[in-house]
């Protein structure tokens, strides 16, 4: 039996891509494993469920962001389940495992370099609005991962030339306030630093950015599909499928004390040319033709 927790109201496509991952390598839902899913929209409702999936002794736990990782790892405390993380931020500042090489106890699984990406990112959405200064970044503040984040993007925005803005939001009150005082107050662009909230309310900040005509950059294409003008990162499809071989091999005897968190290795630019041209930017065709895929 495997248990699945998330911050979210149901299922999603990325769930798809799990199953998928397991039919692929020869398992059959429903004579092979047993799903028991937990959907949580509210980060305050996930340790409860958490428990209810301990209670009912699944063999593995899979889980999805800061929030659903940290419920999962703390349920088991006492009866220490396999859990694999099917994306998380940074797990070792996180308080999650204990080195990504060597996780040390009874949760792995897979990362989405967030942090590491800010860069990367900045350099973008700098190339897609000329004349960019001020840089908006948006965030959970209720997520202890987030503020050290912040400061990556303060310190990689310094060198190229970018003022940084914090933007702690609160979900999902804060995200129009948030929008409504950035395009009043210079600010050029808003760069948003997933989580589980932020994914969650994917459609409310994507409709703020567009109703205050700021241009956006997130961190994968779910974002680009509600509406968002770009996103680099790792394909998050990817990360699910990879999610089935580490229950794979855990349901096979794996000590997931010792194996490794994978990092991704191949990224997307994902552009949304509609949100784009909607906004009134032309996009440089030095940023188009390095697109892995558009959305219009």
Known sequence: MIGYIAQRAGPW???????DGLRELGYAEG????????????VADLPALAVELVRLR????????????????DATVAVPIPIVMATSGDAVQEGLVAT???PGGNITGLSVLNRELTGKRLQVIREAVPGLRRIGALFNGSNPAMPPQFSEVQAAAQMLGLQAVPLDV?????IEPAFASSSKSGIGAVMILSDSSTIAHRNEL???????RMPTIFSN???I???GMMSYGPNLAENFKQAAAYVDRILKGANPATMPVQQPTRFELIVNRGTAKGLGIALPQSLLVRADDFVD
Request: hydrophobic letters at 40%.
């Open 58 to 73: 699944v063999d593995v736990i899979v889980s999805s962001g800061y929030p659903s990782n940290k419920a999962a790892k």
């Open 221 to 223: 294409r779910d974002y």
């Open 225 to 227: 599909r509600a509406g």
């Open 31 to 42: 004579r092979h494993f047993r799903m028991e899913y937990r959907w949580g929209p509210n």
């Open 170 to 174: 609160s979900f999902p009150a804060g």
């Open 100 to 102: 990504l090489s060597r």
């Open 206 to 212: 994507c409709a703020a950015a567009l109703r205050h």
């Open 13 to 19: 496509h990325l769930d798809a891509a799990f199953l």
